[in-house]
């Protein structure tokens, strides 16, 4: 567990886990300054997930995300600058400031896009992995969603087809303890991963707070469904460190400030990260503390940026409603 | 030149799309050796195989899902949706996901997509088998929706839908689907957005979509015994119109009724009528009307049914009152 390959690898999931951290903490700042147009949804809390499962994919893997997306999209290798000036609907953001925070999307890293339709996105990843499959290109779907996203009809649907079919894809449902402002246990009858396991469907639960034990068993998953082993579904057990949205600020009617400080102070994923790795010896809390002033030096840079980055231009409003067609291909012989 | 059906020409055009390009391919209920309960899909899967000729359980969000997301990883799936009134169980699959895609990710994603589906009362079907719904998805910015009228611009449409990279979706007349029409041995496709003059006239335009061109040349010809000439157009997609072809049309004839199956209120015919309006005005000399379906649930009873769809002597005795100059309303 100490050889070097790995601990460069350890250093990069630490630092792609407080990327998300000060993203979100910089996104969060927008919005009380009243200087980001509309919501976001804070991953803040949930970073070993995106990170463990994405640093197991290769840029060709394909994932979708959801409206609390900004960490899957970061783990999937976004940069800080394109997705700021998104999130402020700027030209050079990902999406042209078309999207905004609950639509962004990175094909260039394999992220076909956030969602805003809880569950809107995994007919998307079966689609995604019975293409892969059909193009024979070896890659991975990985499907992101919340325990919310467990109540729509959708999900089985399309488990069914998967199942049926061995598609290369990856269930990961993020079990964040809240479907939007009610507690999980008041909305999912009995046991979620036994849904996948009534079509066949392995399934497995992880602690979502624990960025090597998720990482282990997605690399052995996805190394699986890469072989038409798949489908696979995680169940990973998490905690989402703001309110549903970021004006969500009033909670205790459904969850109490004692239960937010055990996981915030007992259960980080990036503190108990950052511990294990400087009591193995693999780094020095010196060294953990520059790459944190670096990642928030980085993603305070990039703010500025955008705020200051232009708006589209008027003209671009109506582009993009259609994909151009070469109109030699819709010509006889083309 | 040979005749086929509108089936038999759907047939074709998949078929000879699939042999033109291995990442097209089928994904439906019943799509494989059933071919379909229209049996339009017949023989594909002997040439095709299972793996591009895809039965499905029965689940269209899921299998609409399904085709979203292989299309915009590099597939270009033909979307089998076995009748028009399953379109409100794909929805959120085709007007917020497919339909966007391509806006929301700034032009970086495309959904290259065909949703075949079809449309046309009196079948005796009653109201969930029956509705023709193409006014539903027209309303969606980003969604291509095309209309054919005969074999002919069933087999020409279809290819522009496979080859187009947007969300395209298909509305074939089920009553139609034995009808036949010319259609050459040798490719062709259809543009969208090419409006069809199937006939010239000087006094009125019918503009009908999908059966309605049928009524309205029969319509044509009630009339031509009246010594009324009236012209009958096609739009053959309603997304895009072809305004320019409607316009000069209406410009000459100065009145216009658009047929269409679709329920009347708040329907393609009002759209169609109110660009019309807004852009042909002071050539007008009387008011462009509009005859769609009924806005009732499609009833079963042959009886009720038959009272509900425009058919050629309602239209013609609509154009005769508009050519005499008679008020359709009081001054």
């Known amino acids: 567990m100490t050889q070097p390959s790995n601990t460069e690898s350890y250093l990069r999931m630490y630092t792609q886990m407080v990327r998300i951290r000060a993203f979100e903490d910089q996104a969060n700042q927008l919005y009380l300054s009243a200087k980001m147009p509309g919501l976001t949804h804070m991953y803040s809390g949930q970073e070993a997930v995106a990170v463990g499962i994405c640093e197991a994919l290769t840029s060709d893997d394909k994932i979708t995300s959801t409206h609390r997306g900004h960490g899957h999209c970061v783990a999937k290798g976004a940069e800080f600058k394109q997705m700021f000036c998104e999130l402020l609907g700027k030209e050079e953001g990902y999406c042209r400031g078309k999207g905004g925070s609950m639509h962004i999307a990175d094909q260039s890293n394999g992220n076909l896009g956030a969602n805003a339709i809880v569950g809107g996105s995994m007919g998307i990843a079966t689609g995604a992995a019975m293409s892969a499959r059909a193009r024979g290109s070896g890659e991975v779907a990985v499907c992101f969603f919340g325990d919310g996203a467990t109540a729509q009809g959708l999900m089985y649907e399309v488990m069914n087809m998967a199942a049926l079919w061995k598609l290369p894809v990856i269930y990961a449902c993020e079990n964040n303890g809240y479907s939007e402002y009610t507690r999980t246990d008041e909305i999912a009858a009995g046991s979620i991963v036994a849904r996948a396991e009534a079509f066949g469907i392995e399934a497995h639960q992880v602690d979502g707070q624990d960025v090597l034990a998720v990482n282990e068993l997605s690399q052995k998953l996805i190394a699986r469904a890469r072989k038409g082993e798949g489908p696979f579904f995680i169940e990973l057990m998490t905690y989402r460190y703001h309110g549903h949205h970021v004006g969500d600020i009033n909670r205790e009617y459904y969850r109490t400030k004692d239960e937010e400080s055990d996981w915030k102070s007992n259960r980080d994923p990036i503190t108990n990260f950052g511990r294990w790795l400087t009591e193995q010896g693999l780094v020095a809390p010196e060294d953990l503390a520059a790459i944190d002033a670096d990642v928030y030096k980085d993603a305070e840079d990039a703010v500025a940026y955008a705020l200051a980055a232009a708006y589209p231009d008027g003209s671009e409003v109506d582009m993009h409603v259609y994909a151009p067609t070469d109109p030699a291909t819709l010509r006889v012989g083309g | ?331």
């Open chain 2, 1 to 331: 030149m040979r005749e086929i059906t509108l089936s038999k020409a759907v047939n074709e055009a998949i078929a000879e799309e699939m042999r033109r390009d291995p990442t097209v391919f089928v994904i439906g209920e019943d799509v494989a050796e059933a071919g379909t309960p229209f049996k339009v899909l017949s023989g594909l899967v002997e040439e095709f195989g299972t793996d591009r000729i895809v039965d499905t359980p029965i689940a269209e969000p899921g299998f609409m899902g399904i085709a979203v997301g292989a299309a915009m990883t590099g597939m270009r799936p033909i979307v089998d949706l076995m009748f028009g009134d399953f379109l409100f169980l794909v929805m959120d699959q085709l007007c917020n996901q497919a339909a966007k895609t391509h806006y929301m990710s700034g032009g970086k994603l495309s959904v290259p997509l065909v949703l075949r589906t079809n449309m046309g009362a009196t079948r005796r079907s009653a109201a969930q088998h029956s509705q023709s719904l193409h006014a539903l998805v027209a309303h969606i910015p980003g969604l291509m929706v095309a209309m054919p009228s005969s074999a002919y611009e069933a087999k020409g449409l279809m290819k522009t839908a496979i080859r187009e990279n947007n969300p395209v979706v298909i509305f074939e007349d089920k009553l139609m689907y034995q009808d036949k029409a010319p259609v050459p041995e040798e490719e062709y496709l259809i543009p969208f957005g090419q409006a069809n003059v199937k006939r010239e006239g000087t006094d009125i335009t019918l503009i009908g979509t999908s059966s309605m061109v049928q009524v309205a040349e029969k319509a044509a010809e009630i009339l031509a015994g009246q010594g009324i000439s009236a012209e009958v157009i096609d739009p053959r997609t309603i997304v895009p119109l072809d305004e320019a072809t409607l316009l000069a049309s209406v410009k000459k004839t100065s009145r216009a009724i658009v047929i269409d199956e679709g329920h009347q209120g708040y329907g393609i015919t009002g759209e169609i009528a109110a660009r019309l309006n807004e852009k042909a005005f002071y050539h007008l000399d009387a008011p462009v009307c509009r005859m769609g379906a009924m806005d009732v649930p499609v009833p079963f009873s042959p009886a009720l049914e038959d009272l509900t769809v425009p058919t050629p002597e309602r239209v013609a005795a609509l154009a005769a009152r508009l050519v005499a100059g008679e008020m359709l309303h009081d001054a």
